[in-house]
């Protein structure tokens, strides 16, 4: 089994619906991530969080919300979803060396999302 | 504004052709690390260099973090289709209490048999 999941794989929705991608860890990672991709612009970051109580803004988080619901969930919600949001989405995982040199993150296989 | 730059961001060869791929910064990282995402998958960690002037192998994959630790070389000797993907570097720094990696922007390689 995958060690990320998120649902769905794969969603089109009309502009001005609320959405929600869902995102699942069993690695028992506290830092989880939400990055959207776009051709030409590698990963960009939208949230973050350390832990259940920690949520934090990334470089492009208007527009976005999202909600750690336990450890292992990170869900990530388009409250209007525009057309210039269709991307393809990430949810990630990671942990700190004990050195703190060296952040590996793990990814899910990601969301297509397509706004019309 | 953090940035990672990587080139070329596109790149096509023939099997058995070598290429190299660079990511540069003016930003120092304490860590380095190069993905590779297929269609369809996220990105899959290959390598994280640590030490400037670091190079690690990886069978036909080589890798190297500059003497300054703002840049870095992916080199892959004698290209199969199976190398065929994105290849993405990420800058970290050392106990990030921004807990992100940089991104560079990728680079698609295409290996035609």
């Known amino acids: 089994d995958a060690d990320v999941t998120q649902t769905p794989r794969n969603r089109i929705t009309k502009t001005g619906k609320r959405i929600m991608l869902e995102c699942s860890q069993t690695?028992?990672?506290?830092?989880m991530y939400w990055y959207r991709q776009d051709p030409g612009l590698g990963l960009r970051l939208i949230y973050y969080?350390?832990?259940?109580?920690?949520?934090n803004k990334g470089e492009i988080s208007d527009g976005y919300s999202v909600s750690r619901q336990a450890q292992a969930k990170f869900s990530l919600s388009l409250e209007s979803a525009i057309p210039n949001q269709t991307a393809l989405y990430f949810c990630?995982?990671?942990?700190?060396?004990?050195?703190?040199?060296?952040?590996?993150?793990?990814f899910g296989p990601g969301t297509r999302l397509l706004v019309l | 504004t953090q940035l990672l730059e990587q080139s070329p961001q596109f790149l096509s060869i023939q099997e058995g052709e070598n290429l190299t791929v660079y990511c540069n910064s003016s930003?120092?990282?304490?860590?380095l690390q190069w993905y590779r995402q297929e269609p369809g998958e996220g990105p899959v960690l290959l390598v994280t260099?640590?030490?400037?002037?670091e190079v690690k192998k990886l069978k036909r994959l080589t890798f190297q973090f500059g003497d300054a630790r703002k840049d870095s070389s992916l080199h892959i000797t004698a290209a199969q289709p199976g190398d065929t993907g994105l290849y993405l570097c990420?800058?970290?720094?050392?106990?990030?209490?921004?807990?992100?990696?940089?991104f560079g922007q990728g680079t698609t390689l295409q290996v035609k048999p």
């Open positions: 990630a995982t990671s942990v700190l060396s004990s050195s703190g040199t060296q952040e590996t993150q793990y």
């Open positions: 690695k028992g990672h506290d830092r």
């Open positions: 969080s350390f832990d259940v109580k920690d949520i």
């Open positions: 930003s120092v990282f304490s860590s």
């Open positions: 260099v640590v030490t400037g002037g």
């Open positions: 990420a800058g970290g720094f050392r106990f990030s209490n921004t807990g992100k990696l940089i």
